[in-house]
Every structure is written in C-alpha cells, then in structure tokens.
C-alpha cells in the first residue's frame, strides 16, 4: 500500500505489551497528528519530513506551514517540538558508548536497528507481518532439493547471525543461500488486513517480496563442539548488500557493557518452529519465555539425562507450560526490548538445543549468550 508523507500510519516498537516496561528515558512522547493519525511528539530537527521543509530557505506554503503549526506539541525540556510520523523520526545517536572490545569494528554495526514498524495501529487490529524485520531464513542444498532449515538474524547490511551448527551440518545438507523479508512461508506476498465491525475488509498493508541472497562465505567459532553445544555462533556473510526497508531491518546487538551486563526476566524467541528436522509452522511464531539461571538449568538437564555442562557463555529461557525453544528455529534470535538509543529490540542469545521431545516436558531451551561473543563477533565482521 502506497502512501503520502502525511497519511502513513505507524507506530514504532511496541513488543509485548504488558511485558515492556523497562525504564527508558524519554525521548519523544505519543501524541496525534492533525490527519488524527498516532505520532510521537519530538525536537522538530528528528522529524525528517518536517525539518526538510522548516530548513529550506525557500517559505513553504501556507498549507504546510499551517499543519506544522497545527502538529505544534509539548515535549519536556524542548523548545520547538512536533507531531511527527514515527516513520519520518530521525533516531537519536547513542547515548552510550560501545564496549573497548568491539574496537573500530563498531562502527560496522548499525545504530539505527531493533525497529519494529509493524504495529500499524489501525481499526483496532495489531498486526504481524513486519513484527521481526530481521528474521533471516537459512536454505540448504540436499541431495539438488533447495530446502528452508535453519534461521538466523540481519545484524548489519551483509551479515546473518546465526548458530554453528546450522553452518556445520552434520547431514548431507549443504547451506545454500539466505532468504530475508520473510514471514509466512509459500506466500508470495504477506499483507495485513484491516476489517470493520462487519468483518468486511477495509484495508490491507503489504510487505514487499522476499531476498534472496548467495553465501559469500562464513566463519563458525574456532572453539565450537557439537556434542558439548558450546560456542554455538556463526556468521554468515552474503554475497551483496542488503537494502534496508519496512520488512528487512537489522536487529541490535548488545554492543555496551550496559547491554552485556542486563538480565530480564523475559525474553521473546521468534522462527518458524523449524529445527534440522524439516518440521514447523509456515507462519513466522512468537513467544514469551521466562529467564532461567544457568545452575537451575543445569540441574533440568541433569534430571533429563543430557550429558551437558552449561557456562556462562551460554543462557537459558523457557521451561514453562511447555512453552521453549520449539517455538522458535535453530539459530533464531531471543532478545527484549531495551534502552539503545531509545527503546530497542536486542539480541541476547541465538536458539541452540533443548531437550528431546520438543515441547512435551517443561524443560529450559539452551542459547548461545550472545554478549559473551561480541568481541569474537567484531573480529570476524568487514565491511
């Protein structure tokens, strides 16, 4: 659905609703535009649409320069503030620093990232479609069979985060490419549909196709051990470029000691539900997963006779009404919303193993900790 800069109707990162209430500073306010559309209330200079025609020396016309007046709005400790469509704010640049570790190779991580455009309020309906912008899809050659598997996430404009045993197969299974923009498997085109109270259909916003993209090459943990489970990371570097838009965006990663130190007591795993298997949902799933210190986890292994010996490079989630990693892929992003820049999606860990029998005991699904490796992540990532 094609729209004009003053009729788009977006709303920025709402995850989880009654889960999200991690304190963050505040740097915009919700409030309504004069189309009667929802806004976030900022300093003027972040709202792009806006400050291109405020800077412009030439005087814009009395149509616009009314609505300007008409989106006038209070926001504490800022003089000139606006009604601004979440879609034109300009981020604000970081407020924290990267940890010493990452180095130069910080910069090779996106600052604008861990955005969500998807909760397009309308009618009453929160929609799905671009709820993870950075979900990756990982396809494998077998046998001449292209076929979906693994996943992982976009963490800069060409590379997938992802787990080392989704690279290192053990199968006859060779991976062949990575899909992005995807959200319901086999559909060419996904869209969010709008109904009345009638349940006649009144709108539809659709995402545009998903990417294809070759393998240029990739880099597994020199310290992997697939039977142990431990360094369970890889990157995958695609052959080109990818184009940012609404449904193919980067996720953050936990680039501040602030970031690496934080430990919530939920976390989101997202996938289809696919494991080396070939079995899951065609529908991109979500759920909401409980944190699980490491030694009670231990001790959940140790009662289901996994031979495993967790450290503290790994985390756990899950483990609830049967509620674990299954819903998500291997190599699939755990993360929470935090405060980076604002209020951002993070990733804290990357879908690893659980128990047999997926789904069938209350037993914690294992992750890769994802802010024990950024250090291995920042060595290994080039522009």
Known sequence: MTAGPFSQILICSI???????????????????????????VLIERCRNIYTIVSNPTPPSTGIANYIKRAACTLPGVTRSICCQPAEVIPEPPTTTASPALGANFNL?????????????AYGNITK?????????????YNGAIKG??????????????????????????IHSVVLGEHTKGQDIDCNIY????????????????EEFGIESF??????????ASNDIGLIRLDKDVTMNDHIKPICLPVTADLQRKVFENYVVTGWGTTEAQKGSNILLEAVLRHVDISECQLKMNENRL????????????????????????????????????????????????????GQKSVPGVYCRVAAYMDWIAEHIKP
């Open 307 to 358: 031979n495993v010996r967790l450290s503290d490079n790994q985390m756990c989630a899950g483990g609830k009404n049967k509620v674990d990693s299954c819903r998500g892929d291997s190599g699939g992003p755990l993360g929470f919303s935090a405060n980076y820049n604002g209020a951002r999606f993070v990733q804290f860990g990357i879908v690893s193993f659980g128990v047999s029998g997926c």
């Open 195 to 210: 109904h009345n109270s009638k349940g006649e259909e009144i709108e539809r916003d659709c995402a545009g196709p998903i």
């Open 129 to 141: 479609v671009f709820s993870y912008p950075w979900m990756a899809v990982l396809r494998y050659d």
């Open 109 to 121: 991580l996106p600052r604008d990232c861990g955005l969500r455009v998807d909760d397009r309020l």
């Open 219 to 228: 880099d597994v943990h020199q310290d992997y051990n697939r039977p142990k």
């Open 149 to 174: 598997g693994c996943s992982g996430s976009l963490i800069n404009k060409r590379y997938i985060l992802t787990a080392a045993h989704c690279i290192e197969m053990r199968s006859a299974m060779e």
């Open 15 to 41: 995850l989880i609703l009654s889960l999200y209430r991690e304190g963050v500073k505040a740097q915009s306010a919700p409030c309504t535009t004069p189309t009667k559309h929802p806004g976030s209330c």
